[in-house]
């Protein structure tokens, strides 16, 4: 179901103090601190000590799967600085529980939380690879790049069991269709099977996204995807495949990854990566206090420097969606980033030559009871 929501959102009334973290033995293995009510709820619920120590008997945050039977699958979008116009997520929410995610604010929609709620309770598109397949056989489909990870990670862990990547992939190669790809998880190493075969016919490319190679940073930031080592080592495996790969360093985080660019670039180039590209860190709506809360937590001593650099970039602001800015921001610091990942490409030899993949290979699928094509 895709919620939309209200042109007048309620008046939200305060039915306690702003909530505080959640405890940590609570929250183990989670990016959020805190599970603070979505934008679009009449109240703000938080816990609250009764005076008999009660908060110690709540259990501790588990992932729940949704199954879901969605009504549409391809996404269509007109934005001009992202490089595809459709794309398939076949999650809503996202395990991997990266703290900085910017699709965070969608669970609001939901009427959930964008804090922990984003990162356990979750849905799952079981009807997504039959939707594709009658989507793609519309008489009215110009088929173009498809991409998957656009929003969530279709590799988060919830896929080893659902396995709807890979029920998605095998339409697109069926089909011919081609397909890009955006992953923080070794998981996609999985698919490898099919990715050879499609890339073999100019259908398929993978991303991977690295933001640090620090361990420890990557555990508490992005606490559930693969760490950078497995990574590297997904891509590497990729690249010797014969798959064209990339790597995204995103988000960019000023004093805290952003030191990192040049190395994240190096390790990757080595490990076959062809192609590459940045995103400086986005902050819509709840993200802003999600992060700064997290940073609080887990870097004090850089907190405030952090945010000041963000707001340099941003006009001020913790944030600017406008088209042209959202992505790159604006400012001394963010240009000083961009020449660094500019003069670093190029000495790698990074983005020499864009892959482009192939459309002239898609035949729509049949469905049953539709007329075969005579020719």
Known sequence: MDLQPPHNPPVRKTAALEPDAIPAGRRRGRGSLSNRSGRFEAEVRSEADDGWESLQDLEAFSTYVQE?????IISTNDSPDIGFDRSVNPYRGCEHGCVYCYARPTHAFLGLSPGLDFESKLFAKVNAPELLERELADPNYAVKMLALGTNTDPYQPTERRYRITRRLLEVLERTGHPVGIVTKSALVLRDKDILVRMAKRGLAKVAISVTTLDRKLARTMEPRASTPEKRLAALEELSAAGIPTAV?????????NDPEIEKI??????????????????????ISDLFKEWLEENAPNRAKRVMSLVRSMRGGKDYDAKWGKRMRGQGPYAWQIGRRFELATKRLGLNARRFDLRADLFKPPVLPGQQLSLF
């Open 265 to 286: 670039l190096t390790r990757a180039q080595a490990a076959g990566a062809r192609e590459a590209g940045y995103v400086v860190l986005r902050l819509p709506l709840e």
């Open 68 to 72: 879901e039977r969605a009504k549409s």
């Open 248 to 256: 995204m360093v995103a988000p960019v985080i000023p004093a805290l």
